[in-house]
């Protein structure tokens, strides 16, 4: 059974005018509802996460100042990261969910696992959050995983933007492995080729920075190429995407051209690979993603990847793309493809 995670309080964090706000989730549930999709999951009961878990990957001091900013009224990080009054019952609420669906797959109790939680998290870092995340989600489950027993964990992240805060957390750490493919340049600018790791984490990051413009063909050939290799190498115990949809064609934030059929063919290949190397452990946590309908679209697509379904409405296409911007970005995916090769001794898919 699929599981999932989600609350309403998720879609109170936040204002109206900002991109990341409570339609987006309102937007992915009725989708699922009216598709029948949402009475089929497993939903799991979970409670907030405690300072104690959270403390795991982010500095006490940190948590408390975002405590603090909600008890009193809200108030900005930056320029793009605003807390208000449910924003720290949120967050904690969304980490305690990831970790809930993280217990619940890894014991077996369900195949895998979608977390529908906001805010999302892979740009907070330990001491700071940022580019709208505050605590970072998919980091607080895999040290839950951590925790549990399981000795390897991967994190694919295929939103848009680099997942800086989750780079930044297992930086140094040899039992995790991380992956990012992510439009360059764009915010918040890291993510480059040549960021590695370092100690016991020499390896174990993997970018994949590309021009904007970068399609279903280019995602698909990275995953092939490198991820799975990567993925077969590391041998992990439990797989976490990091699902931002905001590569889709039509988001309003950045601009690459991903379909919601290449986001369902990116998660049929990371399935496939869970399946050989971690018995199908596998737990999805929302990122970004911004145009409500292909947000919808892309959610439902993965459920249905993740069910061993077929595609139910076929996205539109995005519009044909300039010959040299093609070459330009295919040129960029083979010098990555050929340093992580060559970097990770990793064999072709």
């Known amino acids: 059974m699929i599981g999932c995670i989600y609350n309403p309080l998720f879609e109170e964090h936040g204002v109206p005018q900002h991109p990341e706000n409570g339609t987006r989730l309102a937007a992915i549930t009725d989708r699922l509802k009216q598709t029948g999709l949402w009475q089929e999951l497993g939903h799991i009961e979970f409670a907030p996460a405690t300072v104690e878990q959270v403390g795991w990957v982010h500095e006490y001091d940190y948590i408390e100042y975002i405590s603090f900013l909600s008890e009193h009224g809200g108030g900005a990080l930056d320029f793009d990261t605003q807390a208000t009054e449910e924003t720290y019952?949120?967050?904690?609420?969304a980490a305690g969910g990831c970790i809930a669906?993280?217990?619940a797959v890894s014991s077996g109790e369900l195949d895998s696992?979608?977390?529908l939680v906001r805010p999302p998290g892979h740009h907070a870092l330990p001491n700071n959050g940022m580019g709208f995340c505050f605590f970072n989600n998919v980091a607080i489950a895999a040290e839950a995983a951590l925790r549990a027993n399981l000795n390897r964990v991967?994190?694919?992240d295929f939103d848009a933007h680099h997942?800086?805060?989750t780079q930044d957390i297992f930086y140094s750490r040899g039992e995790v492995l991380y992956f990012s493919i992510h439009q360059s340049p764009?915010?918040?600018?890291?993510g480059t080729v040549d960021e590695v790791g370092l100690d016991a984490g020499m390896g174990q990051t993997i970018n994949v920075p590309l021009p904007q413009g970068a399609r279903d063909k280019h995602y698909l050939q990275a995953g092939q190429q490198i991820a799975i290799p990567a993925?077969?190498?590391f041998g992990p115990e439990i797989v976490f995407i990091s699902a931002g949809y905001d590569a889709h064609w039509q988001d309003p934030l950045v601009n690459m051209q991903m379909t919601a059929d290449g986001f369902y063919r990116l998660m049929q290949e990371t399935i496939t690979a869970a399946v050989d190397l971690c018995e199908g452990r596998l737990v999805v946590v929302l990122e970004g993603g911004y145009n409500l309908d292909a947000l919808a679209l892309s959610v439902e697509n993965t459920v249905l990847a993740l069910g061993g379904r077929e595609i139910r409405q076929h996205d539109e296409e995005p519009p044909p793309l300039h010959p040299d911007q093609d070459e330009r970005i295919t040129r960029y995916l083979d010098h990555a493809i050929e340093?992580?090769?060559q970097r990770l001794g990793l064999a072709e898919n």
Do not use: D, S, V, Y
Not at 89 to 93: C, D, V
Not at 186 to 190: D, K, L, S, V
């Open 163 to 165: 997942g800086n805060g």
């Open 186 to 190: 764009a915010f918040p600018g890291t």
């Open 89 to 93: 019952p949120a967050a904690m609420l």
């Open 101 to 103: 669906a993280t217990e």
């Open 231 to 233: 993925l077969n190498a």
């Open 113 to 115: 696992a979608i977390c």
């Open 154 to 156: 991967a994190i694919l």
């Open 339 to 341: 340093q992580h090769r």
